[in-house]
T-cell receptor, first 114, second 115 residues
Framework: NAGVTQTPKFQVLKTGQSMTLQCAQDMNHEYMSWYRQDPGMGLRLIHYSVGAGITDQGEVPNGYNVSRSTTEDFPLRLLSAAPSQTSVYFC?????????????FGNGTRLTVT | AQKITQTQPGMFVQEKEAVTLDCTYDTSDPSYGLFWYKQPSSGEMIFLIYQGSYDQQNATEGRYSLNFQKARKSANLVISASQLGDSAMYFCAMRELGGSYIPTFGRGTSLIVHP
């Protein structure tokens, strides 16, 4: 089983460039989300989705866009990269109903903005 | 206010000894789930253990157990017989059933196991 597939693993951008981080899951999970991880800050939610066509903002949404056209895919777009967006990004998915559903994580993307 | 608090930024333990990683949480929802995840130096996030708010017994998964004290709103992870491979970041998280189902994470505890 592929689980959650996240690409790329590493990316270096110049300030002002745009890019899309890809995330796909093959578990038919309704819930998908993007987190960024910075030292000492834990995991902070950027955007999330509870189903195709439905997205919402998390704790740190500024500078990022998402869309959910299918159940499987949840790409994260950086519109104009800034050094403050240097971070490790994780995509995660889960069953929506029930509080006992753990998140399934992708392997992460290490992004550096120079 | 933080919903999940992990007060130990770093912990050290001798190999083969037990260690407790602290987690306290804040919620008014009677139905919630508590999770622990492990992040080794390779970076992936690994689900370890789950405890439901209505579970009568503490959860256990192999060498991992969860010391759940509902009245004190704490969900401490206990690792018995520590191994070198247990060296990692550990994150506590909560999911509220009555809310938006969005998991909330603590800031993590770095555990180093000494030989």
């Amino acid at each position: 089983n592929a689980g959650v597939t996240q690409t790329p693993k590493f990316q270096v951008l110049k300030t002002g460039q745009s890019m899309t981080l890809q995330c796909a899951q093959d578990m038919n999970h309704e819930y998908m989300s993007w987190y960024r991880q910075d030292p000492g800050m834990g995991l902070r939610l950027i955007h999330y989705s509870v189903g195709a066509g439905i997205t919402d903002q998390g704790e740190v949404p500024n500078g990022y866009n998402v869309s959910r056209s299918t159940t499987e895919d949840f790409p994260l777009r950086l519109l104009s990269a800034a050094p403050s967006q240097t971070s490790v990004y994780f995509c995660a998915s889960s069953i929506l109903e029930g509080s006992n559903s753990p998140l399934h994580f992708g392997n992460g993307t290490r992004l550096t903005v120079t | 206010a933080q919903k999940i608090t992990q007060t130990q930024p770093g912990m050290f333990v001798q190999e083969k000894e037990a260690v407790t990683l602290d987690c306290t949480y804040d919620t008014s929802d009677p139905s919630y789930g508590l999770f622990w995840y492990k992040q080794p130096s390779s970076g992936e996030m690994i689900f370890l253990i789950y405890q439901g708010s209505y579970d009568q017994q503490n959860a256990t998964e192999g060498r991992y157990s969860l010391n759940f004290q509902k009245a004190r709103k704490s969900a401490n992870l206990v690792i018995s017989a520590s191994q070198l491979g247990d060296s990692a970041m550990y994150f506590c998280a909560m999911r509220e059933l009555g809310g938006s189902y969005i998991p909330t994470f603590g800031r993590g505890t770095s555990l180093i196991v000494h030989p």
